[in-house]
């Protein structure tokens, strides 16, 4: 098949290993290797003829501009995508491959191993019946979370700066890493960006796009048990390992991510390290509703102090960090940005479908931080694993959609 701009620049950003770290979150970038990405990203605007490009060269931010190129003046809108991919499935060696007109039945990606992708799981796909997907090969995840914004924000970039004769505002682009750990705007440079509003092009299916997103904490539990031969402890014994499963025990077990859908808030631990003298463990809380994830952090703080009262002393201790907040409280200032996308999607013939976010993006803390920035589809779908795969023509349209928001600001 011939394959267009998008997917050229798709196919060449997931083989570079850009997996960022949860250990070493307190470095931004995490890895080292996501300035790998960045660092074409940049060659790659500065050969294209972008304005101001700029590599960040502590932090491993790109940046660049595409000026207005008409008289009056109109606000200048921002697209950003993140660099970095999940920790969670390995992101070394992506070996992509195309699927053409897929016909709606199970892939298997790797025989071997029986890592099979089932429509079943991934209902998705029966969208994507008669179209091209790129798939991994069952060893990692493929990386379309965000690899394929970055891919549309390039090839939106790259139409504007070789098509003068197209009347438009002026065009921000950045590029973040570590967003999967919580630090993708860190130390992102606002007002350098210089948008007046931004999008992140950093969601899912086609069409689909958010102003909502979690309200969002870390929380770590550390235990300190009692070690001592397992012949003589009678009463003497306390299993760290055990006490972390009896903490776990006591959330509530329907409020989890596999019981949850929509707007419904959860608790999920996703770490744990341990022996029977200490033992740690991570969660994440989240909810939509501010007053709800207030609740949900004072139950997981009360639960701590209940079982250090039950065993009388201090064996538990408990850690609460806030992430990010629900964007939705600043978006809904100026819900222009989403009535517009709705009708940049509307004029490429995509019916838009607004969602909340089961998540959060970058977008979250740059609306609070004064850049108001909803979140867009990517066209690329089961994010964070081996069945990852991402839509062709999907990502062709987006690529539309970025366009057409940059017309309609072109006459806001």
Known sequence: MNTSKVTENFLRYVKI????????????????????????????????????????????????????????EVPSIGFIAHIDTSDAVSGENVKPRIIENYDGQDIVLNEELNIVTRVAEFPMLKDCVGKSLIVTDGNTLLGGDDKAGVAEIMTMAEYFLTHPEVKHGKICIGFTPDEEVGNGVEFFDIKGFGADYAYTVDGGELGDMSYECFN?????????????????????????IKLVSEFADRLPKE???????????????????????????????????????????????????????????????????????????????????????????????????????????DGARLSFDGLLCPNLCTGSEGHHGRNEFACIEDMEKIVEILKQIVLIYAEF
Not at 57 to 72: F, G, R, T, W
Not at 229 to 238: Q, V
Not at 268 to 288: L, N, P, Q, S
């Open 17 to 72: 290993d850009t997996q960022s770290r949860e250990e070493f979150a307190d470095h931004v970038p995490s890895t080292d290797k996501q300035r790998n990405l960045a660092k074409l990203l940049y060659q790659e605007l500065m050969d294209m003829g972008a304005s101001n490009v700029r590599y960040d060269d502590l932090h491993s931010y790109v940046y660049a501009m595409i000026p207005s190129n008409q008289e009056k």
């Open 255 to 361: 409020e989890c991510p596999e019981c949850t859908e929509g707007y419904e808030g959860f608790y999920h631990i996703t770490d744990i390290k341990g022996t029977v003298e200490e033992a740690v463990a991570d969660f994440i809380i989240r909810d939509h509703d501010k007053a709800l994830f207030e609740k949900r952090k004072a139950y997981f703080a009360q639960v701590a102090r209940e079982l250090n009262e039950k065993y009388g002393e201090e064996l538990f201790k408990v850690e609460i960090k806030d992430s990010y907040q629900n964007m939705k409280e600043m978006i809904e200032k100026e819900m222009h940005l989403v009535e517009n996308a709705k009708q940049a999607m509307l004029k490429v013939g995509v019916t838009s479908k607004v969602s909340p976010i089961r998540g959060g993006t």
């Open 216 to 240: 969002a904490a870390g929380a770590r539990l550390s235990v300190r048990g009692k070690s001592v031969h397992p012949g003589s402890a009678k009463n003497i014994l306390k299993n760290a």
